[in-house]
């Protein structure tokens, strides 16, 4: 069975300020990797995701995210956040073949001025 | 391009009362269906799924459940609904038997059990 791990349940950080939300899986068969945002009172949208390939992913929104496999991690960047970017960051796994994706327990993100 | 629908926006229903949430999905043929719940700054729980027409599993044994009648309608339903029942439902779709595993969200209903 596969867990995924979100270490903050809340990010606060100034505008224009870096970011980084971290997520950890657990997984004994091979995964795919998502992240989603939720914004209030709204339905999730896909950010970006990993299949195979190339480790570091871009997404929507100037995020990007890095697969590492040995940390078991997939954490997401931004190098500078807007107030925009306010809103529930949900990381995701899924087993390859399967259909029931896992999510985490979701990492708010409030952008100050 | 595809597009899904959910109905109602937001519900306030009592205690005991049947519940229909409906979930209809333009675009595309046989999509895999799912309803989530996700109660108030939590997660979200997977409550059932469909891979096709006549085909649900179930992820949590409780008052709801859910039908699909159609090939791109999906339906929650409950005969007496619970305080427990309150949250925020969303239904998703995904690309069924291509090996593409991103999940597309509806807009939600908010249900409140009073």
């Known amino acids: 069975a596969q867990s995924v791990t979100q270490l903050d349940s809340q990010v606060p950080v100034f505008e224009e300020a870096p970011v980084e939300l971290r997520c950890n899986y657990s997984?004994?068969?091979?995964?795919?990797l998502f992240w989603y945002v939720q914004y209030p009172n709204q339905g999730l949208q896909l950010l970006l995701k990993?299949?195979?390939?190339?480790?570091l992913v871009k997404g929507i929104n100037g995020f990007e995210a890095e697969f590492n496999k040995s940390q078991t991690s997939f954490h997401l960047r931004k190098p500078s956040v807007h107030i925009s970017d306010t809103a529930e960051y949900f990381c995701?796994?899924?087993?390859?073949?399967?259909?029931?994706?896992?999510f985490g327990a979701g990492t708010r993100l409030f952008v100050k001025a | 391009s595809q597009t899904i629908h959910q109905w109602p926006a937001t519900l306030v229903q009592p205690v005991g009362s049947p519940l229909s949430l409906e979930c209809t999905v333009e675009?595309?043929?046989?999509?895999?269906l799912y309803w989530y719940r996700q109660a108030a700054g939590r997660g979200l729980q997977l409550l059932f799924y469909?891979?096709?027409?006549?085909?649900i599993s179930s992820e949590v044994p409780q008052n709801l459940s859910a039908s699909r009648p159609q090939d791109r309608q999906f339906i929650l339903s409950s005969k007496k609904l619970l305080l427990s029942d309150s949250g925020f439902y969303l239904c998703?779709?995904?690309?069924?038997?291509?090996?593409?595993?991103?999940?597309?969200f509806g807009p939600g209903t908010r249900l409140t059990v009073t």
């Open positions: 675009g595309t043929s046989n999509p895999n």
């Open positions: 469909s891979v096709g027409i006549g085909q």
């Open positions: 990993y299949l195979s390939g190339s480790t």
């Open positions: 995701a796994v899924i087993n390859t073949g399967g259909f029931k994706t896992i």
């Open positions: 998703a779709w995904s690309v069924g038997g291509t090996g593409r595993y991103e999940q597309y």
């Open positions: 997984s004994s068969v091979s995964v795919y």
